[in-house]
């Protein structure tokens, strides 16, 4: 069984894009943290992971348009992992989350710092996305 539920922060505003067939998808990044003790001392540091996510259909459009950077994110869905032909012709291996349904939590972070690292789909990325991902219409 491939599921995830996921609930962090979100990294940034969600990036609202459609496919060739005009489906929207929309993605961003969540940051999850935890909290864990130093080796050999009683120091707590909090390591944060920021996980790319996915969102296609109405779903994407009405994430774009009512979250925003910095706001709380339930969301629950599944891992997808692919691989793609780089610029220079190297074969690269990624994964992002892709949410089925999510809901809307208002508690905001305040925290200027929550940016992730920056990830941009390549054209072969996004291509994979649309021709992989199978979503039927009864689930918008």
């Known amino acids: 069984m491939n599921k995830v539920t996921i609930c962090g922060y979100l990294g940034r505003d969600f990036e609202l894009s459609y496919t ?21 001392t009683n120091e707590v540091i909090e390591y944060t992971d920021w996980l790319p996510i996915v969102i296609f ?3 994407a459009e009405i994430a774009s348009d009512y979250l925003k950077c910095g706001d ?7 891992i997808s992992t692919y691989s793609y ?7 690269n291996y990624s994964w992002h989350i892709i949410i089925n349904n999510f809901e ?10 929550m940016q992730p690292q920056e990830q941009n789909y390549t054209q072969e ?16």
């Open 57 to 59: 259909g109405k779903k």
């Open 125 to 140: 990325q996004i291509k994979h996305i649309q021709n992989n991902v199978e979503i039927s219409e009864e689930e918008f």
């Open 104 to 113: 809307f939590i208002h508690e905001k972070r305040n925290n200027e710092n």
């Open 20 to 40: 060739e067939n005009q489906q929207a998808y929309a993605r961003t990044h969540i940051a999850v943290s935890e909290k864990r003790r130093k080796k050999g």
């Open 85 to 91: 032909i780089n610029q220079d012709g190297i074969k």
């Open 72 to 78: 709380r994110f339930l969301g629950e869905g599944r």
